[in-house]
C-alpha cells in the first residue's frame, strides 16, 4: 500500500513536470523539433533539467543497497545495441514527429479529454499490443 | 517564451525519476510501465495503475491551471498511424522519452544514448518532411 502511494505521488510530480514543461502541447514539441523553421528551444531545457537532475539523484539513490519500499533496485539489463533498439527508436521517432506526442504526454492529454490525444493514445496502445504478439510468435 | 517554466518541469520530471527509483525501485518510464500492465502479480500492477493515475492527475491539474488545451494538428489518419508508430516502437526499442531519455541518459546508459540519437533523429527528420518538403502533408 505505502509503494502504490508513493508511485502514485511519484507520477503526479511526473505528470505535473510534463504540463509545466508544456511537453503535453503537441505544437510546443512540433516547434522544437523543427530546427529547419520556427524553431522553439524550450524543450532542450526540459531535458536539459530532467537528464541533469537524473545524473546526480540517480547516483545518489544507488549508492544505496536497496530501495525504501522495496527489497531490490529493478534495472535494465540490457547492454548490446542491436537492432529491436535501433529500429524501434527510429518508428517511435517518426510517430513522434508526425503528432508531436510521447506517450507520457499523450497519456496526459488523453486524461485531460484532448481528442487528439485521445485517438493517439488508442492506437499507441493497439500498436503496442501489436509488438506483443508479433515477438511472442519468435523465439526470444 | 518561457524558459524558467521548462526548466523547472524538466527539473520536476527528473525528480519524480529519482523518487520512484528509491521509493519502488523502478525506472520511470512511461511506455514501459504501460506495456507491464499486462499482468496478474497484485503488486506488480498496483504500483504501475498508482503511477499512471498520478500521472494523470498532476498532468491534468497543471493543464487546467496553465489553461493548457492545445491538440495535435496532425489529421485523424496521421494521428492512428503516429500512436501505432509510438506503440510499436517503443515496445520493440524498450522505452520512450522517460525511458532511454530521462532515466537511461540519467544512468549513462549507452544503449538509451543510442535510442535518444535515433528517435530524436527522425523524429526531426520526419517534421523537417512534413514542414518543408513540397506536397507532403501530415
Known amino acids: ?140 | 517564451m518561457n524558459f524558467g517554466s521548462a526548466l523547472a518541469g524538466g527539473v520536476l520530471i527528473g525528480l519524480a525519476a529519482a523518487a520512484l527509483l528509491l521509493f519502488n525501485g523502478r525506472i520511470a518510464g512511461i511506455s514501459g510501465i504501460v506495456n507491464g500492465l499486462a499482468t496478474k502479480d497484485r503488486d506488480e500492477l498496483g504500483w504501475r495503475i498508482a503511477f499512471l493515475l498520478g500521472l494523470a492527475g498532476g498532468g491534468v491539474l497543471v493543464m487546467k491551471l496553465t489553461g493548457q488545451a492545445s491538440a495535435s494538428p496532425a489529421s485523424l489518419p496521421v494521428l492512428l498511424l503516429a500512436g501505432l508508430l509510438v506503440g510499436f516502437g517503443t515496445r520493440l526499442g524498450s522505452g520512450c522519452t522517460s525511458g532511454h531519455g530521462v532515466c537511461g541518459l540519467g544512468r549513462l546508459s549507452l544503449r538509451s544514448l543510442v535510442a535518444v540519437i535515433a528517435f530524436m533523429a527522425a523524429a526531426i527528420l520526419t517534421v523537417y518532411v512534413i514542414r518543408h518538403v513540397p506536397g507532403a502533408t501530415a
Do not use: E, H, K
Not at chain 1, 4 to 32: C, E, K
Open chain 1, 1 to 140: 500500500m505505502t509503494r502504490w502511494l508513493a508511485a502514485l505521488l511519484a507520477g503526479a510530480v511526473f505528470g505535473a513536470g510534463l504540463a509545466l514543461s508544456r511537453m503535453t502541447d503537441p505544437n510546443i514539441v512540433l516547434g522544437f523539433l523543427d530546427v529547419a523553421g520556427d524553431f522553439d528551444p524550450r524543450l532542450a531545457f526540459v531535458l536539459a533539467g530532467a537528464v541533469v537532475t537524473t545524473l546526480i539523484a540517480f547516483r545518489l539513490v544507488l549508492r544505496r543497497g536497496r530501495p525504501w519500499l522495496a527489497d531490490r533496485f529493478r534495472l535494465p539489463l540490457a547492454r548490446t545495441i542491436d537492432p529491436p533498439l535501433v529500429v524501434g527508436a527510429l518508428l517511435f521517432g517518426v510517430g513522434w514527429g508526425l503528432a508531436g506526442y510521447c506517450p507520457g504526454p499523450a497519456l496526459v492529454g488523453a486524461a485531460a479529454g484532448v481528442d487528439s490525444a485521445l485517438i493517439f493514445v488508442a492506437a499507441m496502445l493497439a500498436g503496442s499490443l501489436l509488438q506483443g504478439m508479433t515477438s511472442r510468435g519468435r523465439a526470444t
